[in-house]
């Protein structure tokens, strides 16, 4: 059974950081490209960073700069580190897995940029 868990969300202030985790299980890890979306109230699911079998990084304009996503193979797990965060960040976060046609995705993990 496969499952991408999500964890690492939660309620900080603007300028903040948070570090999200994908930890993944079932799936041979170091073949899948990983990556992170998010979905804000009442948008369309944004494509925020990925990280290929490789290691190549890609970031979604508006967090370039700001945002940097990892994998560490051995642990199964990909990271988001989230630095200098916006209100405009709130959303929940999803963490996905794709090998060829072969797409999986966690159940989400909210987070909340506020003052």
């Known amino acids: 059974q496969v499952q991408l868990v999500e964890s690492g969300g939660g309620l900080v202030q603007p300028g903040g950081s948070l570090r999200l985790s994908c930890a993944a299980s079932?799936?041979?890890?170091?073949?899948?490209?990983m990556a992170w979306y998010r979905r804000a109230p009442g948008k369309q699911r944004e494509l925020v960073a990925t990280?290929?079998?490789?290691?190549?990084?890609n970031y979604a304009d508006s967090v370039k700069g700001r945002f940097t996503i990892s994998r560490d193979n051995a642990k199964d797990t990909v990271y988001l580190q989230m630095n200098s965060l916006k209100p405009e960040d709130t959303a929940v976060y999803y963490c996905n897995a794709l090998w060829v046609s072969t797409s999986y995705w966690g159940q989400g993990t909210q987070v909340t940029v506020s003052s």
């Open positions: 079932g799936i041979i890890f170091n073949i899948y490209h």
């Open positions: 990280i290929s079998s490789h290691g190549g990084t």
